[in-house]
């Protein structure tokens, strides 16, 4: 592994470079094919009102794809990410249009740990409201 | 209605090996708008070091979600399918996954919970390659939202 980024030059709250990541129903159904998820409440707007969305969501594991990539670009190397997790809080919702949403994605240094490894903290909005909870990955660096 | 506490610590049988193609990493990749070097030429892999294009982070998971319908579709257990969300979501790598590699997930019911009506199953996919080292664990939260009055 050989990240771009050394742990001696790193400190508990340093910034990762922000990025916002655009998501519409071509892209929904992108991803719904890659991923073999082809759940109907990712494409169908009739479905998913019918259990109850406000309209299509985008699938979870999208966003956190597209949440890690804050860490993984910055850090060079996406082979040292040892640890990922986040918890869905809220739906992304995409509407019907040329625009669809945008995924707001800011990460820092939570923690340094052993073994030249840090703990970023994410945070991923979407429309306002945070998407995902407890975003967290722990990442190898050089 | 709750679940049966005692299918915690129930383990399913391995499944059988998934190859991780160079071109199914390449659609991943592109459908996550994330192209990468090291996850679509070879050479640059092996600029990282690694013998092959290496997989997003998340790529792992059409594995092991595919894995835990064993789970989540086993009539005994009785888990709702049709009602059930994604609550979150963990991995913990020893290494990428990578072009070439043949792996089996092992699933495991770690924890059942009924909370609110809700029932909440946690299962933790262990993922191995052909020579038998463990690549990657998952963890995956599955929440079957309870059912509507009337």
């Known amino acids: ?4 980024i050394s742990y001696d030059d790193v400190e508990v709250g340093t910034e990762l470079p922000a990025r916002s990541f655009g998501v519409t129903r071509a892209t929904l159904v992108q991803y719904a094919g890659a991923s073999g998820d082809f759940n109907p409440i990712h494409w169908n707007e009739k479905f998913a009102k019918e259990v109850g ?16 990539r804050v860490v993984t670009d910055w850090v060079g190397d996406p082979g ?17 249009d040329e625009q669809g949403a945008t995924i707001e994605v ?3 240094i939570g ?19 945070k998407v995902l909870g407890m975003s967290r990955a722990v990442v190898r660096l050089a | 209605m709750a679940l049966d506490q005692s299918f915690v610590g129930r383990t399913y049988p391995p499944t059988d090996p998934y190859e991780v193609g160079r071109e199914k990493i390449r659609e991943f990749a592109e459908a996550v708008g994330d192209t990468h070097p090291a996850y679509i030429d070879p050479e640059a892999a092996k600029a990282l070091g690694y013998s092959d294009v290496i997989a997003p982070p998340t790529f792992v998971f059409s594995i092991t ?15 709702d399918y049709s009602r059930v969300v994604h609550g979150d979501q963990k ?5 990428p996954v990578r072009a070439g590699d043949r792996l089996t997930v092992t ?28 690549v990657v664990t998952a963890w995956t939260k599955l929440v079957a939202r309870a059912a509507e009055e009337g």
């Open chain 1, 53 to 68: 969305l406000p309209d299509v969501i985008a699938h979870g594991m999208f966003t956190m794809a597209e949440a890690v």
């Open chain 2, 65 to 79: 979600f595919k894995a835990a319908g064993q789970v989540v579709r086993d009539p005994q257990l009785g888990l």
């Open chain 1, 80 to 96: 040292a990410v040892v640890e990922y997790g986040v918890r869905f809080t809220r739906p992304v919702v995409v509407p019907n």
């Open chain 1, 1 to 4: 592994m050989t990240a771009k």
């Open chain 1, 111 to 129: 923690a340094k740990l052993d073994d030249h490894t840090v703990r970023v903290d994410l945070t991923a909005t979407s429309g306002g409201q």
């Open chain 2, 91 to 95: 991995f913990a790598y020893r290494r």
């Open chain 1, 106 to 108: 800011s990460g820092k």
């Open chain 2, 107 to 134: 699933s495991t019911i770690e924890a059942i919970k009924s909370m609110a009506g809700n029932d909440i199953v946690d299962v933790r996919g262990e993922v191995h390659d052909e020579a038998g080292e463990h």
